[in-house]
């Protein structure tokens, strides 16, 4: 299989690129903690991209991993990952604005549990950027879609405060609208999927700079990065990164060929990327030392992204039961 990007999915990489340097700087992330109103500004960039959500998924990826470099708060991920997928497969009109940009969505599924799954639990949780987006999508059993315009909804606290989440009542479910097990498997699919590749973007901030670090720290008159412990855990972590690489394009290229291993893929994926971004979190931290425990330094805020992230639409330990389920 061919990996390499061709000259336009270049082209999507570095203007998302040049995009989040100029207008995604993390002190707009830390505004962000504070009052969420501070990502309008980025949104008033990103609404020209979400035109992505209805297009091939590798696309997609390209730009979200640039955001998950970024930490970018703000409703991009939920409206084309989540939202628009949704939208697609239940062939609703409301689609073609969510692509223009004029409107933003997103979708509740979990309850009570966290888990990711059809439950018929009267409040959904988890749900990303609810209290911020035009639309809400809840999942109820049927499965069904329950669409509600700026439903009120209740702040879910984590430790991740780049991307807020809420709880929403599903409230009257009698004008659902039917949606068949394959077409939510897909969907579900392609969200995890895309956020495996934010997740990757995240996990290279965190090696990178940690590198980078290793470069400049001098410790007993050298280099850090000098010193052969701290060189394993550096390639323990490139190679993790890597993998997850491979393993979240190879997904999205099975679901936009509509290939048989899109499910199997789509668990190694999410499994891979939630892997390196643990590690690159961990080992990224212990090389840093205390300057990474600082407010001031930004590791922490992308230690709390892959942390976050990492539980989101599943962890890594559930997508390995699943796959081996789909295996034994």
Same mark, same amino acid.
């Given at each position: 299989m061919d990996f390499t990007f061709t000259p336009d999915q270049q082209l999507i990489r570095d203007s998302a690129r040049t995009l989040f340097e100029k207008a995604c700087p993390t002190s707009l992330v830390r505004a962000h903690m504070d009052d969420p109103r501070a990502a309008e500004a980025l949104w008033k960039h990103l609404r020209d991209w979400t035109a992505l959500g209805a297009g091939p998924l590798v696309d997609l990826c390209i730009f979200l991993e640039e955001s998950g470099a970024a930490l970018a708060p703000g409703p991009f991920y939920a409206t084309t990952a989540l939202f628009a997928p949704l939208l697609k497969a239940l062939e609703h009109p409301l689609l073609e604005r969510v692509a223009s940009g004029d409107v933003t969505g997103t979708v509740g599924l979990a309850g009570k549990s966290g888990d990711w799954v059809v439950n018929a639990d009267p409040v959904k949780t988890f749900i990303p950027e609810a209290e911020r987006v035009d639309w809400v999508a809840l999942v109820v059993p049927g499965p069904a879609v329950v669409l509600r315009e700026r439903p009120p909804s209740r702040y879910v606290e984590t430790v991740d405060t780049s991307r807020r989440l809420g709880e929403v009542e599903v409230g009257d479910a009698s004008r659902a609208i039917a949606l068949g097990d394959e077409a939510l498997r897909a969907v579900l699919e392609t969200a995890i999927v895309a956020l495996a590749a934010e997740m990757l973007g995240t996990a290279r901030w965190l090696f990178e700079t940690t590198l980078a670090y290793a470069k400049v720290r001098v410790q007993f008159g050298k280099p850090i990065g000098s010193f052969q412990a701290v060189q394993h855990k550096l390639a323990n972590m490139r190679? *993790?990164?890597?993998? %997850?690489?491979? =393993?979240?394009?190879? @997904? #999205?290229?099975?679901?936009?060929?509509?290939?048989?291993?899109?499910?199997? *893929?789509?668990?190694? %994926?999410?499994? =891979?990327?939630?892997? @390196? #971004?643990?590690?690159?979190?961990?080992?990224?931290?212990?090389?840093?030392?205390?300057?990474?425990?600082?407010?001031?330094?930004?590791?922490?805020?992308?230690?709390?992204?892959?942390?976050?992230?990492?539980?989101?639409?599943?962890?890594?330990?559930?997508?390995?039961?699943?796959?081996?389920?789909?295996?034994?």
């Open positions: 190679l *993790a990164l890597e993998r %997850a690489w491979s =393993a979240v394009y190879y @997904a #999205a290229m099975t679901i936009d060929a509509g290939d048989a291993d899109r499910q199997r *893929a789509t668990h190694v %994926a999410k499994a =891979a990327a939630g892997e @390196a #971004a643990k590690l690159c979190a961990k080992d990224g931290i212990q090389i840093h030392g205390g300057i990474g425990y600082t407010w001031e330094h930004d590791l922490h805020l992308y230690i709390r992204r892959a942390y976050a992230s990492e539980f989101l639409l599943g962890g890594s330990d559930w997508h390995h039961d699943r796959l081996a389920e789909l295996i034994l």
